[in-house]
């Protein structure tokens, strides 16, 4: 067997099988969360669209909104995203 074929069968054996996932939040204060190393930046006025997106999602998700409830809003924002333009937020006019 291969090299590799050993690190799975060892990875799978630490684990459960079970692949290892990173975490992708830390806990910055009490019943908030906060990026730790991602490529998401933090919401700013002059954060894109994108950005504003990505945070929005995450905040629905802290409020336990239901997943549809949050699939629907977010899928009415990318029509937005995809009629505005990767804007800045504090470019986005009515």
């Known amino acids: 067997m291969s090299q590799s074929g050993n690190n799975d069968e060892q990875r799978d054996e630490e684990t ?7 975490r992708l939040f830390d806990e ?6 906060g990026p730790t190393l991602s ?10 669209l994108p950005v504003a997106r ?7 998700e802290q409020a336990q909104h239901p997943a549809n409830t949050i699939s629907s ?5 990318s029509i937005f ?3 505005v333009g ?6 986005v006019t009515s």
């Open 16 to 22: 459960g099988g079970a692949a290892l996932q990173p």
């Open 28 to 33: 910055v204060v009490r019943g908030r969360h």
């Open 39 to 48: 490529s998401v930046g933090p919401l700013g006025p002059h954060s894109r």
């Open 54 to 60: 990505y945070w929005y999602r995450r905040h629905l």
């Open 73 to 77: 809003y977010l899928y009415d924002l």
């Open 81 to 83: 995203e995809h009629v």
């Open 86 to 91: 990767l804007k800045p937020i504090d470019e």
